[in-house]
């Protein structure tokens, strides 16, 4: 693989990272509610989520969808059913009173923040299919294992850093002192945007 290939790869991983999405809508309501700490914890989770999903899509499972279109159908129904339910846990819960840092617990442990942010990057089903359109077009065939398992590690790398990134200015001072003077509003918005994104995953 020649270093332009390995460049494009990267740029073209980094965008998939930063467009705008379930992971990235769930890294920055953690950030706002939950603070840094489980931001950075999630923001792992879904970073092997996406590592995860690359490697379904280095494997060919593309061709799979694409003889056994059941198959994804049925991924995209379990994964938008999970979105949609993570929306509506929000939206249900977005009228209790915000807990401030200084009396509450830690939120979440930090299995359950690495384990929400996995869920929450293998709930879109979409990921392979982009992730197989990036290798078929940077990565050429005869491509040793070690280079495979670098890319890997730049998908890892490029999620975790941006939705770290994410949580870390939506976890700051301000923008938690807006999001518990706005918290209903807030949470509702999040929810109904997860609810939505999962009706356009499971119908699409």
Do not use: C, H
């Amino acid at each position: 693989m020649t270093l332009a290939g390995f460049i494009a790869f990267y740029m073209l991983s980094l965008l998939a990272a930063v467009s705008p999405g379930p992971a990235v809508l769930m890294a920055a309501r953690t950030g706002l509610s939950e603070g840094f700490r489980t931001g950075a914890l999630l923001a792992a989770g879904i970073g092997a989520g996406a590592a995860i999903w690359a490697g379904v899509a280095m494997f060919g499972l593309n061709l799979v969808f694409a003889a056994a279109p059941a198959l994804l159908w049925a991924l995209k129904i379990i994964g938008g059913g999970y979105l949609i339910w993570l929306g509506l846990q929000l939206w249900r819960k977005a009228d209790k009173p915000f807990i401030t840092a200084d009396a509450r617990p830690v939120p979440r442990s930090a299995l359950s923040a690495f384990r929400l942010g996995l869920f929450t990057q293998l709930a879109n089903p979409k990921a392979p299919v982009v992730f197989s359109a990036i290798f078929l077009g940077t990565v050429p065939q005869g491509t040793p294992a070690a280079v495979y398992a670098a890319l890997l590690a730049v998908v890892f790398v490029n999620e975790f850093v941006w939705n770290i990134g994410v949580a870390r200015i939506f976890s700051l001072d301000r923008s938690r002192a807006a999001y518990i003077s706005l918290k209903t509003i807030i949470d509702r918005s999040f929810g109904g945007l997860l609810a939505l994104l999962g009706l356009k995953i499971a119908a699409t």
